[in-house]
Nanobody
Framework: QVQLVESGGGLVQAGGSLRLSCAASTRTFSSYAMGWFRQAPGKEREFVTAITWSGGITYYADSVKGRFTISRDNAKNTVYLQMNSLKPEDTAVYYC????????????????WGQGTQVTVSS
């Protein structure tokens, strides 16, 4: 069992930045592909970004490409999401997730999920 704990959410004005962190409680963190998803009120949870176990390959949703950056520090069992040029439409609960199989943009292929952290972007 892997526990994931997100932090770093908050309220920010449009154009601002936030960095989310997700700490994993496992000694085998480097064996997991990691992803970030988000869910806005009344909408389905959607893919944001993902990273391979080594950090060598990353994927982004078109809506965040060029503004968000995913990274990981396997020594600290932590994955990060740097969010720049935030827009009101980025407002959502952000979840990190771990995949035992492969890096993927598909929600159902992730095995472990955090509780989420709220990001609110005001206009």
């Amino acid at each position: 069992q892997v526990q994931l704990v997100e932090s770093g959410g908050g309220l920010v004005q449009a154009g601002g930045s936030l960095r989310l962190s997700c700490a994993a409680s496992t000694r085998t963190f480097s064996s997991y592909a990691m992803g970030w998803f988000r869910q806005a009120p009344g909408k389905e949870r959607e893919f944001v970004t993902a990273i391979t176990w080594s950090g060598g390959i990353t994927y982004y949703a078109d809506s965040v490409k060029g503004r968000f950056t995913i990274s990981r520090d396997n020594a600290k069992n932590t994955v990060y999401l740097q969010m720049n040029s935030l827009k009101p439409e980025d407002t959502a609960v952000y979840y990190c997730a771990a995949s035992t199989s492969k890096v993927t943009m598909t929600r159902r292929e992730y095995d472990y999920w955090g509780q989420g952290t709220q990001v609110t972007v005001s206009s």
